[in-house]
């Protein structure tokens, strides 16, 4: 094996990916993947954490596959595999959880976020434990949403990964398994786990815009432009854009839905196209139908490429089947490693 740094960062398998995914995390992935030893999975188990859907559950982990492979995550440079498919994470993720407390489990904001979801209870600031421990069982937080930030730090320590590109949503886990990897090597006095750091990018952190007006892309806000979206459908849904009533004076500030239709662009078109948008609003001449018309141009020059890949990766049954086949090979052999290593640590030996 060569000494690179080990790189490693996870996707949940639910839904399609878009242009946030896209530039917040699979286009560095690309970029990565030559000068890192970079490990890329789909979360399928912490998928299940949230929506049971045996049916979806398949489809979506192979959508994101094909996703990551036509966005040219390249499976002889990275490692591609499926969580699923390593079942040493399993068994670590219940070693691990001796070490771990519910206290820390319920206070992660992640946590609290989402088991007022599965509770179907507003954010009013109280404390959610009592709801949580006195709920009947059709309206359940269920245990291994408590967990998933255990899953999360095995996935990574169980590579012993170096560095963890993931979003601002993810730090909180990426502390907790800084902190459970420190637990375990103290309290067996080992020097078993490195302590994984998020990957700085440099340069400024992008935040991708969603077309409503306010606030990032995101999956549950509706706002999103898909990689794989259909050329008529991805121009309809730039064209319905929301914009503003259009400068009233020279020089007005940018109102927050038209900035961030010039931070799409920004992502997307060539420095002079911005510029000469930036200038018409600013000497009022601007036309909103324009600069949509030159926007959904521009995305679809780094989307449709990307779609026509992902159409013929999605179906092709054997491919597929052969890059997670030798991903999942590379993954475990790490896994069943340190595995072992934490089973003998722990004192777990056989008798024959
Ligand atoms: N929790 C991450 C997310 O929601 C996905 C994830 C699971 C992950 N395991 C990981 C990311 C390990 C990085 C490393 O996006």
Not at 296 to 303: F, N
């Amino acid at each position: 094996m060569n000494e690179k740094e080990i790189v490693l960062s996870g996707i949940r398998a639910t839904g399609n990916l878009h242009l946030g995914n896209y530039y917040g995390a699979l286009s560095k992935f690309v970029k990565m993947q030559n000068d890192y030893d970079c490990m890329y999975f789909i979360a399928d188990l912490h998928a299940l954490t949230t929506t049971p859907d045996p049916e979806a559950l398949h489809v979506n982990v192979r959508n994101i596959l094909a996703e990551y492979l036509a966005a040219g995550v390249d499976p002889d440079k990275a490692t591609i595999f499926v969580q699923s498919d390593v079942p040493e994470i399993s068994e670590m993720y219940l070693l691990l959880n001796m070490h771990v407390g519910i206290g820390e489990l319920m206070r992660t904001a992640s946590f609290k976020d989402k088991a007022r979801k599965q509770l179907g209870i507003k954010d009013d600031g109280q404390d959610i434990e009592k709801q949580i421990i006195g709920t009947d069982s059709n309206k359940r937080v269920n245990a291994g949403l408590l967990t998933y930030p255990t899953l999360m730090a095995v996935d990574i320590l169980i590579q012993k990964a170096h560095k963890v590109p993931v979003g601002k949503d993810q730090e909180q886990h990426l502390e907790l398994t800084r902190r459970f990897a420190r637990r375990f090597n103290s309290f067996y006095g080992v020097d078993l786990f490195p302590e994984p750091v998020n990957f700085d990018f440099g340069g400024k952190p992008v935040k991708v815009p969603g077309l409503d007006g306010s606030g990032k892309m995101g999956k549950s806000e509706g706002n999103c432009i898909y990689l794989v979206d259909e050329e008529k459908v991805l121009r309809k849904k730039v064209m319905r854009a929301v914009t503003d009533e259009g400068p009233k004076e020279p020089n007005s500030p940018i109102s927050e839905p038209v900035a961030n239709l010039l931070t799409l662009m920004e992502l997307t078109s060539a420095p002079e196209t911005v510029q000469q948008f930036r200038d018409a609003y600013a000497d009022c001449s601007i036309r909103y139908g324009d600069l949509k018309k030159q926007l959904a141009e521009d995305i679809l020059k780094v989307t449709l490429p990307i779609r026509e890949r992902y159409l013929d990766i999605v179906n092709d049954d054997a491919y597929i089947a052969r890059v997670v086949k030798q991903g999942a090979e590379r993954a475990r052999e790490r896994a069943a490693k340190t595995l072992a290593e934490v089973r003998e640590i722990m004192g777990i030996r056989k008798f024959y």
